[in-house]
């Protein structure tokens, strides 16, 4: 069984920082992708940012210069460093990983709530 343990959502101020993590575990290798989404209620969920490996970092336009998405291999883990967060970017966000588990599978996890406000 694989698990994604998301951690570090909550409220910010517009302009503010906030970074979230995500520790996978459980029976999974073959890590090849990790990232994040964000999905607002109504809306379709959308790439935030992730990490191909071998191959490049993509973020959403609308991150770009103000996210940081990074991967740990050794604690297997995804973090999301935001800066210079808008009341857009309130949403909740999902960790998503690719890997090896009785075959190769895309896992998701819970979700986080996020909230820009003032």
């Known amino acids: 069984q694989v698990q994604l343990a998301e951690s570090g959502g909550g409220l910010v101020q517009p302009g503010g920082s906030l970074s979230l993590s995500c520790v996978v575990s459980?029976?999974?290798?073959?890590?090849?992708?990790m990232g994040w989404y964000r999905q607002v209620q109504g809306k379709e969920r959308e790439l935030v940012a992730n990490?191909?490996?071998?191959?490049?970092?993509t973020y959403a336009d609308s991150v770009k210069g103000r996210f940081t998405i990074s991967r740990d291999n050794a604690k297997n883990s995804v973090d999301l460093h935001m800066n210079s967060l808008k009341p857009e970017d309130t949403a909740v966000y999902y960790c998503?990983?690719?890997?090896?588990?009785?075959?190769?599978?895309?896992?998701w996890g819970q979700g986080i709530e996020v909230t820009v406000s003032s």
């Open positions: 998503n990983v690719r890997g090896y588990s009785g075959g190769f599978q895309t896992f």
């Open positions: 990490i191909i490996s071998p191959g490049p970092t």
């Open positions: 459980g029976s999974i290798s073959s890590i090849n992708a």
